[in-house]
């Protein structure tokens, strides 16, 4: 049985006023218990917290964007499926993954 995303919940928040330009987000993935389809083994479910922050810009450049998101944030140990009784497959640990963008 594959696992299933139950809840999945994402909040951003943009700075405004004086402090006008970087955002942050952080959000969470709950995922059910999974296991074979005759249920003779099963994985417990897991919730994943991310985050995300991109600074402000840069004023040099025109539309610069520089973007951190976090996966696995907690570092936690899950299992995101099983292909067989004796073949588990563990989630990847915390990822770090980041984005530049400018026009010139």
């Known amino acids: 049985m594959p696992a ?11 700075a405004d006023g004086d402090f006008r330009g970087p955002s942050l987000g952080a959000g969470v993935q709950a995922v059910a218990r999974q296991g074979d389809n005759n249920s003779s ?3 417990p479910g897991y ?3 991310m985050y995300r922050f991109q600074p402000a810009h840069l004023p040099v450049v025109k539309n610069p964007s520089f973007q951190l998101n976090v996966r696995n944030l907690l570092d936690e140990t899950y299992y995101t499926g099983a292909t067989c009784r004796n073949a ?3 989630g990847a640990p915390r990822t770090f993954i980041s984005s530049m963008r400018a026009e010139f």
Request: positive net charge; charged residues 15%; glycine residues 0%.
């Open 88 to 90: 588990i497959i563990p």
């Open 4 to 14: 299933i995303l139950i809840m999945s919940l994402w909040v951003k928040y943009d």
């Open 41 to 43: 083994f099963r994985l």
């Open 47 to 49: 919730a994943m917290a």
